[in-house]
């Protein structure tokens, strides 16, 4: 085990030529405060938290103290923001810190975000905000606990510094751990300004780093295309599955290793609504949740597109041309597991899709309706639990005969069943208004709501009475939550 003096570094990525980063050193925030550290992902850097004080932590991440080994960059990328390319981007307020390559031989990206102004800041002040620093810590770990892949949080610091957003806002600073900070803008930077050389060696960077294996095929670049087609057709599909509306799935939000990336405006459904718009700045609605799958295609198509120099053009278009079939099959598994089939059924798919018009129809809490689903058994009881949730209850009778049926050509039995759906239909999910109740908490110097979320959102399969309140219907003042770009 290490200590924060003492991580690993080696920085692969400042290696690569001058031009792919501009290098800068992190502005210290005023009164820098630790608010919360994560053990989780202090391990994955073999960081021993019996030995990291929040001080040191509140220097390092405040900004003040570079880490040992430590060569902070910001990453140049670009990217189509809302369908229109913007060559402008690139790290504008947070900063690669460096690699730490851990004793398992992972090597993790530590990204300081809010740390202040980089040559590609354009007009921002290069700093985040208490608010969305929160948000983005939680939605990792939420998405953690679900098996969502995502980037994660070490820690986050406090200040006393203050900036225009919604009013004044309190600054904060969120160290940001991940195995890949590459995001789709990034070859698109290198296509858009016909620096294929620089494509290239961009292109090798990353399938030395993340995809070693394919090395050796006839096009690597083709074989790392179909990867990226997989991981985030399989990602999108758990969105999808889970209500997980990410609001701004523009190509510098989009990683390449498909994780969740870049959390801002986001939302878990607190209702099943195919037409639920989480950004209230997206008035066309591209963002909308029933559209992500469409939305993540289009940005393949961008990454394709940026890969031409490298790959022929029908290759990447068959490539493309997977995603569809590909989404809807891990999307129906995923849906398969939350309703507790295991047999494939061709009549599977109708069955799902009747559910998600009628939880559309009615509105229904579909965090609470999947985990009572869990415990039917065709007693009065449990349909009773069910209905409770159903605005209309006759609405759901005839797809819960039909459920019952299809139970009924399974065969494992039904504790088997119930175990195996609890451990897929979270109890506890990362609701608006959870957020908001642990960052108005923060602002007023109390820092265990978002601790306790912390905890809660680690094990959100597991019974936690503690937290049981979380589990029930959200208060009123919910839906009323307005979550913008401004972070
Ligand atoms: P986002 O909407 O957070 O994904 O950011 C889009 C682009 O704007 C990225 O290049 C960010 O680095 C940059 N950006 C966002 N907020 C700020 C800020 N406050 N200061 C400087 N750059 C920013
Ligand atoms: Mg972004």
Not at 11 to 19: G, I, K
Not at 81 to 106: I, K, M, T
Not at 124 to 134: E, M, N, P, Q, Y
Not at 402 to 427: F, G, I, Q, T, W
Request: a negative charge.
């Amino acid at each position: 085990m290490r200590t924060l003096e003492s991580l690993n570094f080696d920085n692969s990525y400042a290696r690569l030529p001058e031009r792919f980063y501009h290098r800068v050193d992190p502005k210290p925030l005023k009164g820098a405060h630790l608010i919360s550290f994560n053990p989780e992902v202090a391990a994955l850097l073999d960081l021993d938290a019996c030995q990291v004080g929040p001080e040191a932590l509140a220097r390092f991440f405040g900004g003040h103290e570079l880490l040992p080994g430590s060569e902070p960059l910001a990453m140049k990328y670009t990217g189509h923001q809302f369908g229109v390319y913007n060559p402008d981007l690139g790290d504008g307020r947070g900063l690669l810190l460096g690699e730490v390559v851990n004793a398992a031989g992972e090597r993790w990206d530590l990204h300081l975000k809010g740390s202040g102004q980089t040559a590609f800041s354009r007009f921002g002040d290069g700093r985040a905000v208490l608010r969305s620093s929160i948000r983005e810590y939680l939605a990792g770990e939420a998405m953690q606990g679900l098996g969502i892949a995502t980037t994660r949080g070490l820690c986050l610091v406090g200040s006393d510094d203050y900036t225009m957003r919604e009013g004044m806002e309190p600054c904060a600073m969120l160290l940001r751990v991940s195995r890949c900070h590459i995001r789709f803008g990034h070859f698109e930077h290198f296509y858009y300004r016909r620096m294929h050389d620089d494509l290239k060696l961009l292109a090798d960077y990353c399938i030395e780093r993340y995809f070693p294996d394919l090395a050796g095929d006839e096009n690597p670049y083709r074989s790392m295309f179909a990867r990226v087609i997989d991981s985030t057709a399989a990602l999108v599909a758990r969105w999808q599955a889970h209500g997980f509306v990410h609001g701004v799935l523009n190509t510098d939000n989009m990683s390449l290793l498909g994780e969740t990336f870049d959390y801002g405006p986001y939302t878990f459904l607190d209702q099943y609504r195919p037409d639920y718009v989480s950004n209230q700045n997206d008035h066309q609605g591209r963002y909308v949740f029933r559209g992500q799958p469409g939305v993540v295609l289009w940005n393949l198509a961008c990454l394709g597109q940026a890969l031409l120099p490298l790959v022929e053009r029908e290759d990447l278009e068959a490539q493309l041309q997977r995603f569809t079939a590909l989404y809807e099959s891990c999307e129906l598994a995923r849906f398969r597991d939350r309703l507790g089939l295991v047999q494939v059924e061709t009549d599977d798919a109708a069955l799902v899709d009747e559910l998600k018009a009628l939880m559309a129809e009615q509105r229904i809490d579909p965090t609470r309706f999947f985990r009572r689903l869990g415990d039917f058994d065709g007693g009065e009881a449990s349909i009773a639990a069910l209905m409770e949730l159903w605005p209309d209850p006759s609405r759901l009778t005839d797809w819960l005969l039909r459920y019952r049926e299809r139970l009924e050509r399974e065969s494992s039995d039904a504790a088997a069943r119930r175990a195996r759906m609890h451990a897929v239909n979270p109890k506890y999910i990362l609701r608006n208004y959870m957020a908001e109740e642990a960052i108005r908490a923060a602002r007023q110097g109390d820092f265990r709501p978002v601790n306790e979320l912390m905890a809660l959102l680690r094990r959100p399969y597991d019974e936690q009475p503690e937290f049981e309140r979380f589990a029930g219907e959200p208060p009123d003042w919910a839906g009323a939550i307005c979550l913008t770009c401004s972070s």
